[in-house]
């Protein structure tokens, strides 16, 4: 295990864990005011499935140094916590996993076998971007096999590439422009609907209004990578060097709050860390990810 991969995982998956448990208060509606006021709503602010899934992923990358898709779809079932707001259809899959199903064969037959679109595979991905920072096609490859355990369609998997992509870039490199990070992600995503919504986010970056910008490329509330990984690059393209100017930019456009920000805290969190103050406010990892 490189030490420098896993700092730079762990950067990654606090900013991911604030982004997550931060931008889930806001779906409280005695919270809505300190979201338009950009102040801090009460605490412990507490996790969703987002974080749960990043951490098995973080944790396997952590003992095995890579994706084995057999361990990670066990660590998935085996930690699922219903409470934490899985999405019905994986939430059933970890059960039946748990209960001795073939993940490959459940994962496949989902959505009348054409497999999940959802925005599951890019919400936890961030951390294994990080960790692969000096190989960016080999964090894209990984980023696929680490969705295919859940997410068999491709749109969802190209939406995990992009974001393990934006994360090893924004891990790696001391300069980085908005296009720059974005045209390095086009490279290396697949052709389709994510793809398509990422080159529009990179026509959009001189727009600022982040509720204009998700307007045209999406904010997750249809739940699937194409409706939610398009705007996560533009804001945090537009953001890289700012992670408390990334959450609130991601959180203003609404939508899948908690998992815009999950994203987004963990693509700018590899390059600039969450304000600590914001990650004592937050429920701690949990403790069998035994994160430093």
């Not at 003992?63 to 916590?81: C, E, N, V, Y």
């Not at 599951?120 to 680490?146: E, H, I, K, N, T």
């Not at 959180?251 to 860390?273: E, L, Q, Y």
């Amino acid at each position: 295990m490189s030490a420098d991969s896993l700092a730079r995982a762990t950067a990654s998956l606090y900013g991911l864990l604030v982004g997550d448990a931060l931008g889930s208060q806001f779906f409280v509606p005695a919270n809505r005011q300190a979201l338009t006021d950009r102040t801090l709503p009460p605490a412990p602010w507490q996790w969703t499935d987002d974080t749960e899934m990043a951490c098995s992923v973080y944790r396997l990358l952590a003992d095995r140094g890579g994706i084995d898709q057999d361990l990670l779809a066990a660590g998935f079932a085996a930690r699922h916590d219903f409470d934490r707001g899985y999405g019905p259809a994986t939430g059933r899959m970890l059960r039946l996993v748990r209960q001795g199903g073939d993940w490959r064969a459940l994962a496949g037959e989902l959505f009348g076998g054409k497999g999940s679109w959802g925005n599951g595979a890019a919400m936890r991905v961030a951390p294994l971007g990080a960790w692969f920072a000096g190989d960016v096609p080999l964090a894209a490859a990984q980023a696929r096999l680490s969705a295919e355990v859940t997410h068999t369609h491709p749109e969802a998997a190209a939406g995990a590439v992009a974001v393990a992509v934006a994360t090893a870039l924004a891990s790696g490199r001391d300069r980085l422009t908005p296009g720059g990070l974005i045209d390095e992600v086009l490279a290396h995503t697949p052709p389709g609907l994510v793809r398509d919504g990422i080159a529009h986010a990179r026509r959009l970056l001189t727009i600022g209004d982040p509720v204009l910008a998700a307007r045209a490329l999406g904010n997750g509330r249809e739940v699937s990578a194409h409706d939610t990984v398009p705007f996560t690059m533009w804001a945090a393209a537009r953001n890289l060097d700012d992670y408390a100017a990334a959450f609130w930019t991601t959180a203003t456009a609404g939508g899948d709050v908690d998992t815009t920000c999950a994203i987004v805290g963990g693509i700018v969190g590899a390059r600039t860390p969450a304000p600590p103050g914001w990650v004592r406010l937050c429920e701690p990892p949990p403790d069998w990810a035994d994160v430093p």
